[in-house]
């Protein structure tokens, strides 16, 4: 496969270093029934996360624990960093976007401190989930499996 896919091909890159799992092993049904859209899962090696695709940050939340950008396409994918990370109100996240702002593949989103919140969460697994909507008619082929390094190419959406 060519590293440059057709124009309507949207470009997946890892978010940050880790393992990719797929979304059943994320334990929060609202991501393992996939209720807000298809994707999968990283469980992240370090703290330094960055977009996964270019587009607009539709959605930065005040807590630092979860990311919407959506791509001229109109894809719009979700980055969630653990799970239940929105009870933290924003303590260990250091975010580095603002709402509204357009983002590059690997732009800085958010540092977090990974060990200083591992214990007060049930997991720091990722969701990186597209919803459904924006995926109407478009498959998902995620080319990388087990461990990543943030800016790999993992998937394609055609």
Known sequence: MSLFSKNKDVQIFAPCDGEIIGLEKVEDEVFSEKMLGDGFAIDPANGDFVAPMEGKLVTVFPSGHAYGIKHKSGLEALLHIGLD???LDGVGFDIKVKQ???VKVGAPLVMVDLEGIRSKVPSLKTPLVFT???LEGKTI???AKGK?????LIAVIK
């Open 100 to 102: 509204g702002e357009s």
């Open 141 to 143: 082929e995620v080319l």
């Open 132 to 134: 459904q909507d924006s």
């Open 85 to 87: 990370t929105v009870s």
């Open 148 to 152: 990543v390094k943030k800016g790999d």
